[in-house]
């Protein structure tokens, strides 16, 4: 979508002139837009909303009364019994192995409760800290998804393109483990999950390294082959010991390529509703920017320099530029190189800087999306000029879960 900045920045000021900095927003608009879009690049399959990628339940909820999206993918055992318990969903899949003892004993002591959260295992010692919180026969059957590692490891397995995240990487890996699961009481296995990180999480344009954009773009071809036949193995070994519900993959950035895989059933998205600044280095498709954080200029250190409070919203991964928070209205500003963004102050230059005045809001972008929310209390919701709802963050709520 084309973005008019003037005019967003003018309905940005407009509708938050009564708010003092530094405080976040989501533009509905774009925020809806971006959620149909993702839909339509699921191909009618399912997307579940990734919980960790919105960290608002009320934003949750609106995301999953809209078509082609069901069920969370949550990022902690704690979070997904919370999202259970206050009904933003009744299928809640833990993204990640858990070893929360008193959220599995939690777990383990509601049967409704066990009958609505799946945990992630890729291994038997995860099955083994279960049954040590609380024993097969003394709690309800607990269902699990194994998760399949989706990196690619060409060259015999010399080189590892990916993230580091289950052991479970062959088809022959993937039905041992099923077949383990499904000799041991009290527990189910309803799904598997491959999350292609370097696929779904990793842009393909990066501005400014055209070369590096032509290897990510061969790797990911190559990646996405392998894995093709790879996951459609791993599920139909796993199949031979568990009926599966439910295949999931994907991410924000390859909805359309995971989905088009015959062997998945559901994609995951959350990012490419706010869409922050890591996805404009994407070619197929690149989601609407909707979730903004506002600053204020306090200083003028020079004619050509504007500095505003705070703005040192960094984004987790590796400590590069990248996950730096982007001055993104009015267009045409640049972070120090000597300073970055900074957690008390952040100075500012580029061509509009001069135009500032003490009190102007400056407009950043997070590099990454739910992250925005660990800095807030509460997201202002706007639609048009004007704020139609203010709602809180997992942190307005008292919630830190990592």
């Not at 839909?39 to 909303?49: E, F, L, N, Q």
């Not at 990640?96 to 008193?102: D, G, I, K, L, S």
């Not at 139909?236 to 998945?264: C, I, K, M, W, Y």
Request: charged share 20%; aromatic share 6%; proline share 6%.
């Amino acid at each position: 979508m084309a973005i008019d900045c003037d005019t967003l920045r003018e309905r940005l000021d407009s509708a938050t002139a009564h708010l003092d900095p530094p405080y976040a927003v989501v533009d509905l608009t774009a925020f809806d837009a971006n959620a149909s879009a993702l839909a339509d690049r699921a191909r009618g399959k399912p997307v579940r909303a990734a919980s960790k990628s919105i960290r608002s339940r009320e934003l949750t909820t609106r995301v999953l009364g809209r078509p082609g999206w069901a069920g969370v993918m949550a990022f902690t055992l704690s979070e997904a019994i919370w999202l259970v318990r206050s009904g933003v969903t009744d299928d809640a899949l833990v993204a990640y192995p858990t070893a929360e003892r008193a959220a599995l004993a939690e777990l383990a002591a509601d049967p409704a409760l066990a009958a609505a959260v799946t945990l992630m295992i890729d291994g038997t010692e995860q099955l083994d800290l279960v049954d040590a919180v609380r024993a097969p026969g003394q709690r309800p059957e607990l269902r699990v998804c194994l998760e399949l590692d989706a990196s690619w490891r060409p060259l015999g397995g010399r080189v590892h393109v990916g993230v580091r995240r289950s052991p479970v990487h062959s088809a022959r890996a993937a039905g041992a483990l099923a077949a383990a699961v499904a000799a041991r009481p009290g527990f189910r296995l309803v799904g598997l999950m491959a999350y292609e990180a370097q696929i779904a999480g990793l842009g393909d344009a990066p501005p400014g390294r055209a070369v590096m954009g032509a290897a990510i773009r061969l790797a990911q071809r190559g990646s996405y082959r392998e894995l093709l036949a790879r996951r459609g193995a791993a599920v139909a070994a796993v199949r031979e010991h568990a009926d599966l519900e439910f295949v999931n993959g994907g991410g924000t950035g390859s909805v359309a390529a995971t989905s088009a895989d015959p062997a998945v059933t559901e994609v995951t998205a959350g990012s490419g509703l706010y869409g922050p600044t890591l996805f404009d280095a994407y070619r197929a498709w690149q989601p609407t920017p909707a979730a903004f954080f506002a600053c204020a200029v306090v200083r003028r250190p020079t004619p050509q320099l504007a500095t505003v409070l705070g703005g040192g919203w960094i984004a987790s991964g590796p400590a590069e530029r990248s996950r730096l928070p982007r001055p993104w209205l009015p267009a045409g500003l640049t972070l120090v190189g000597t300073e970055g963004a900074g957690e008390v102050q952040t100075p500012l230059a580029g061509a509009a800087a001069a135009g500032l005045r003490v009190g102007d809001r400056v407009w950043f972008r997070h590099a990454k999306a739910g992250e925005l929310c660990e800095h807030v209390n509460e997201l202002h919701l706007v639609s048009g000029d004007e704020v139609v709802a203010t709602v809180p963050t997992y942190r307005g709520e008292g919630h830190a879960f990592l």
